[in-house]
């Protein structure tokens, strides 16, 4: 999700002219609801006048608590100041009210509308002055929930923002860790098989031509098709083929057509790691060994499985290395509780099984 805080204020504005246009709604229903029990005119001129003197001290206060109270002190954590200077605004501003009540909306009203004599003791405050401290407060608890609100959320957006962004640079740097991991493995392949037999060493490049060519240009991208994938992951067994003789080596694979996992999407070279891991400890020139690989599509999941043989030379080996970690770190990174990857191993085989969720896209060519 990006972050607009354009749009963030420009929706607190509308919202506060919204509560603005309907106080001034109700004060013109009010006034309009006296007038009709005097045979006077719903609306007229002093009507307006009289209320734009009673709202213009509302906004005020709104104004001063909006603009330069809550931006200048309490959001940056001056918060005994802000209450303090909000408790002095309320006050000023109701000194001016009670100026404007006395000295204007009294004296200026018709005769039917004078307020009647005091029955009681003159200190008594009245009724319309009481209200307005109440209407100060109201103002000013509600400008208050409000911009909180929105601040909260600008901050949990930010917040998520940057976990995003630190989430992004780590994947960047693991996959950017394959590659070198990669390209190392194919040349030492290469630079074996060119002293053993230089026909099989060319035809070594050439696939290894097209899985840079993959790497460089698919892998850049966050998710690419599940059908790209099991081509990358064909093309990386046809190279082991050439290199490693069928006599010894057996190498199968069960992967899905093209059109049957047409719209899935996924994370590129997930599996890489496994299947490198898989002929760099399982294979022996001298003992008979296997690789097989599986990958299905399954009730909502796709299901990698990858074993390879073990040799009593290498059983004490964990495997443990820089690259397994590193898929399991992108895996939490981009999956989070939501895989499931089991490894066993025997004195006979190694085993991988990894089990993604499945997401769908209406291209499969993205």
Same mark, same amino acid.
């Given at each position: 999700m990006v972050i607009n805080p354009t749009n963030n204020k420009r929706l607190?504005? /509308?919202?506060?002219?919204? /509560?603005? /246009?309907? =106080?001034?709604?109700?004060?013109?229903?009010?006034?309009?609801?006296?007038?009709?029990y005097t045979g006077l005119p719903l609306l007229d001129r002093q009507s307006v006048v009289r209320l734009t003197i009673t709202m213009l001290p509302f906004m005020a206060l709104f104004a001063l608590n909006n603009y330069l109270l809550i931006p200048?002190?309490?959001?940056?954590g001056h918060y005994t100041n802000y209450f303090i200077s909000a408790i002095l605004s309320i006050a000023v501003i109701w000194f001016w009210q009670r100026f404007l009540f006395f000295n204007i909306l009294i004296a200026g009203r018709p005769i039917e509308f004078q307020l009647p004599p005091h029955p009681g003791p003159r200190h008594v405050l009245p009724l319309p002055l009481f209200l307005d401290i109440i209407y100060d407060l109201l103002i000013i608890g509600v400008n208050l929930a409000i911009s909180l609100l929105f601040q909260q959320f600008a901050d949990r957006?930010?917040?998520?923002?940057? +976990?995003?962004?630190n989430a992004e640079n780590q994947l960047t740097y693991l996959k950017a860790q394959i590659n070198p991991h990669f390209y190392m493995n194919m040349l030492n392949?290469?630079?074996? +098989?060119?002293?053993?037999?230089?026909?099989?060493?060319?035809? +070594?490049?050439?696939e290894m031509s097209r899985l840079m060519r993959y790497m460089l240009y698919e892998s850049s991208r966050p998710e690419i098709a599940l059908s790209a994938e099991i081509g990358f992951i064909n093309d990386y067994l046809a190279l082991m083929r050439v290199r490693y003789p069928e006599d010894v080596v057996s190498i199968c694979a069960t992967t899905p057509r093209s059109m049957d996992v047409a719209g899935i999407t996924i994370p590129p070279l997930l599996f890489l790691v496994f299947?490198?891991? =898989?002929?760099?400890?399982?294979?022996?020139?001298?003992?008979?060994?296997?690789?097989?690989?599986?990958?299905?599509?399954? =009730?909502?999941?796709?299901?990698f499985r990858c074993m390879n043989s073990m040799h009593p030379g290498r059983r004490e080996n964990s495997r443990e290395g820089i690259g397994l970690e590193?898929?399991?770190?992108?895996?939490?990174?981009?999956?989070?509780?939501?895989?499931? /990857?089991?490894?066993?191993?025997?004195?006979a085989a190694y085993t991988v099984n990894l089990t993604l969720p499945l997401y769908e896209t209406e291209d499969s060519d993205n």
């Open positions: 607190e504005t /509308l919202i506060y002219a919204c /509560l603005w /246009l309907i =106080a001034v709604i109700l004060f013109l229903l009010d006034i309009m609801r006296a007038h009709s200048r002190l309490l959001k940056r957006l930010q917040h998520e923002s940057l +976990m995003k962004e392949n290469i630079h074996g +098989m060119i002293e053993i037999d230089p026909a099989k060493a060319q035809d +070594m490049v050439i299947l490198e891991n =898989a002929f760099k400890h399982g294979i022996s020139y001298t003992d008979g060994s296997f690789v097989s690989v599986d990958l299905s599509v399954e =009730a909502g999941k796709i299901i590193n898929v399991k770190r992108r895996l939490d990174i981009i999956y989070g509780d939501k895989y499931r /990857l089991d490894i066993n191993h025997t004195d």
